[in-house]
C-alpha cells in the first residue's frame, strides 16, 4: 500500500518550463490564426511616434540627430558608405530623408552621422548651426 506518486519513473518527471513555453507558443500561434491582434502586432502598431507639427524653439541648440527623429520618426535612415584606413581613418555617412541624400565625412562615426543630420536640417528646417558646434 503505497502512496501515490511514490513509484513514478524517470520518464514521468517533466520539465515543466519547457511546457508551459510550449503551451504559450500553441496559445499565440492560434490566437494569430484566429484574427485576434497579437502582442508583436500592437508592438508594430505603436512603434513609430505621430511626428511634432513645429520645430522646437530651442531646435539650434538640439542634437541634429534628435531633431531628425522628433520631427520625421522613422524617416531618416543612416547608412555607412564608406571607410577608409590608413593613418588618418574617415568615415563617411549618409543621411536619406524624404528622398534627399545628406552625406557627411568624420573621423569618428557618431561626428559623421551628426554632420550628416546637420545639413539635412540645414535644407528641410532651415536652422542655422553654430560652426564650432
Not at 511514490?6 to 492560434?30: C, I, M, P, Q, R
Request: net charge positive.
Amino acid at each position: 500500500m503505497g502512496v501515490e506518486g511514490e513509484g513514478e519513473s524517470e520518464s514521468d518527471d517533466v520539465n515543466w518550463t519547457y511546457l508551459a513555453s510550449f503551451a504559450l507558443f500553441k496559445l499565440f500561434k492560434n490566437w494569430n490564426f484566429e484574427g485576434k491582434p497579437t502582442v508583436q502586432a500592437a508592438v508594430e502598431k505603436s512603434s513609430i511616434p505621430r511626428p511634432c507639427q513645429t520645430l522646437p524653439k530651442t531646435a539650434a541648440t538640439m542634437n541634429p540627430v534628435a531633431l531628425l527623429h522628433l520631427m520625421r520618426p522613422g524617416a531618416a535612415v543612416f547608412e555607412e558608405a564608406m571607410r577608409v584606413g590608413g593613418t588618418n581613418p574617415q568615415v563617411t555617412i549618409m543621411c536619406h530623408i524624404d528622398g534627399q541624400t545628406f552625406p557627411a565625412t568624420a573621423q569618428r562615426k557618431k561626428q559623421a552621422k551628426a554632420e550628416a543630420a546637420k545639413a539635412a536640417c540645414r535644407r528641410l528646417f532651415n536652422i542655422q548651426y553654430a560652426l564650432n558646434a
